[in-house]
DNA sequence: CATGAATGAGTCTTCATTCAT
DNA sequence: GATGAATGAAGACTCATTCAT
């Protein structure tokens, strides 16, 4: 069966095949990470992975496919990862220090990946020029943030967030974070739990009434 | 004479040539904000010049050149727009903010020159791939905001800061104005002055004692 | 027992076998006949076949034998479609007019047959570039007309033919026969009856003394 | 100038640019005439020219392109040879017999060209599988010797023709002449002037009243 | 100075074929 | 018998770079 039609239904798929295309995206990962994404071409990848260059495109319908898994695969770990850890906690505020404990810890325990998914998303643009992934950023990863500012400000913990003022929040706040990843892949060494402190320090003296 | 053995030197460059080179830089910048760094090749830029691609080649000595040479006019550019405005300003708080009012200003302005810019660094690595740039940017960019903070701290206008939390500091509020950036690219239709004021106000609740 | 021995001996293929191939061989006929030769990859065919593309590969021992094979049972079902109507006519006339009447409703009940078989032919090559199926083609499918001509002139009925120019006849109307059907291809709801009354007519008038 | 947006456009040109393109076009020919449309890559007529396989993407917006041109060029020199000619005859059977003569003629000073135009146009579709092509035949190819029979009918020379029989005729006339190529790329000695005398003869028959 | 032309390495992709299961 | 998986060669096309004019 074609890949062309289905590339992402994943309830078709083999057991071997499911491990394939992940040991696949894995190498791909790998390879961004290391040479970046204007190198990481199949043959690089291939290489990598000790395959031949025809088993991607056996595996993937072509190469933005297997990118895009690259993406999905992360977003659904980081979901799987971070959500219930937030809902564990019970006031916004513990929220708000979970939430960017919890993704410093999951980028410094998927570095690699994190790098890569950064790549791919920034340098993916429809074929006008725009950027793809715009809309889905403020929706998915955005909002959840906003969500709790908004209870920490219904609460009375928080200070007061407009619409607009809450989004410029969560926007610092996300920038904050990915922008460790960014400082992570130039010092290897960073102390991960000093930097989570400060940015919970920061954040917290930003957000309080 | 070949540009081959001193790409850089602009002493001895004449008028024309220096012309030359802004013309296609310029280009080069529009080229790679409108369609991405990964589509902007030599043929598409010099189409947008309505020059040859052999010109290109003959002012610079290459892609990697031309690329650079939009990361260095930017930064001068950056340089003397932004510094003299810090430096009329008397207290720390008002450095600070000035730092983020006259950034974002200077985005607004020079959108698709900071979108290229961002394109070309955040895709320039060297051959071993490690990310070019990266030990330049604390210096030239991160420690002028740390020494505001310093000076903040010392004057007892600013919380404590210690070496490492003046540098996540430094890394958030930077992060903060790059990613206003690319936020800008998403929806052009943005409110810059409101943006303004909301970062302004977020970084003067985390600094303040 | 692999087919790469002996890929066209029938004699020795299960019931089953030759059920396979034949199933194959249609849905080539298929493929070809709507995507046309140079689209029609052995993962196309096996696609509309509904099995996977090793099954091809093992019942035929490459492409070419397949698509030899689709020749050949186009030959063979002609063959036998036409022979007997040509044999049960009496005067030459009557066998002009039945071969063209015969074959262009053979063509018309075997539409993708027909295409598919002119795409397979026309396209087929010996190593050195030579056409195959040549000699073969006036053999078979040349000398039965010229027969006809020649018993016409015979018998007086028809004018007089050379060696050459019975072979130039009957090159005419086979070219006449194998036109129509690409015109067929072309015009889906052409007037059969009509195209046949006309070149019945036609070379009706140009065997006649 | 990219040849993207103008492919064809053969005013703006240069003269050593029509030169190359001319060259290329002429090896394409040769090859496909040669080894046949298949197997005739971009790589196979590079190497034939001498030239390496970029040039031709310099020349050429894609090989769909200088496929194009193949039958383009083939055409206009056809049209040029043909016209003025049949044009110089005074009554319809004349036009008719030089119409074959000339045909013939051109074929057999041409043979590869003919040869690689019918291979080109007999292997082109469009992406949903119609052939392209198919209503430019009919008005350019068709329609000129249609107009001959009506003329022919009219001044009382020809028989009757209606609508669809002259349509029937004339498609029969042009597979009798492309028939011939075929014929001649299998017996390359072929005696021409036999052969078109047949025509001439057959055709006149088949017209007269 | 500038250009058009040419190159050749490299990109993604397709495909006939092989093979272990 | 049948299949999915894998291969490797070949395909068209892109592009940075070089060079003669």
Redesign the pocket.
């Known amino acids: 069966?074609s890949k062309k039609n289905k590339p992402t239904n994943q309830k078709e798929m083999?057991f071997?095949?499911k491990a394939?295309r992940t040991q696949i995206v894995e190498c791909a990962i790998e390879t961004i990470a290391e040479i970046g994404y204007a190198?990481a071409?199949?043959?690089?990848i291939s290489k990598r992975a000790n395959?031949?260059?025809?088993?991607?495109?056996?595996?993937f319908a072509?190469?933005?496919d297997l990118l895009d898994q690259i993406a999905i695969e992360y977003y659904m770990a980081w979901q799987s990862y971070i959500a219930p850890l937030i809902e564990a906690q019970k006031s916004p505020k513990e929220m708000l220090r979970v939430y960017i404990e919890s993704n410093l810890t999951f980028i410094e325990e998927n570095r690699k990946h994190v790098i890569a998914v950064i790549e791919v998303v920034s340098n993916k643009r429809t074929s006008d020029g725009k950027f793809r992934f715009a809309s889905d950023h403020d929706e998915t990863i955005l909002l959840p943030i906003e969500n709790i500012l908004t209870l920490g400000m219904q609460e009375g913990i928080f200070r007061k967030f407009t619409r607009s003022s809450s989004r410029v929040m969560a926007l610092t706040i996300r920038n904050a974070i990915d922008g460790f990843t960014l400082e992570l892949m130039k010092k290897s060494h960073l102390d991960v739990q000093e930097y989570t402190r400060e940015l919970v320090t920061l954040f917290d003296k930003s957000t309080k009434k």
Chains 1, 2, 3, 4 share one sequence.
Do not use: D
């Open positions: 069966m083999s071997i095949e394939r190198q071409s199949l043959g690089q395959i031949s260059k025809g088993v991607i495109s056996y595996h072509n190469k933005e």
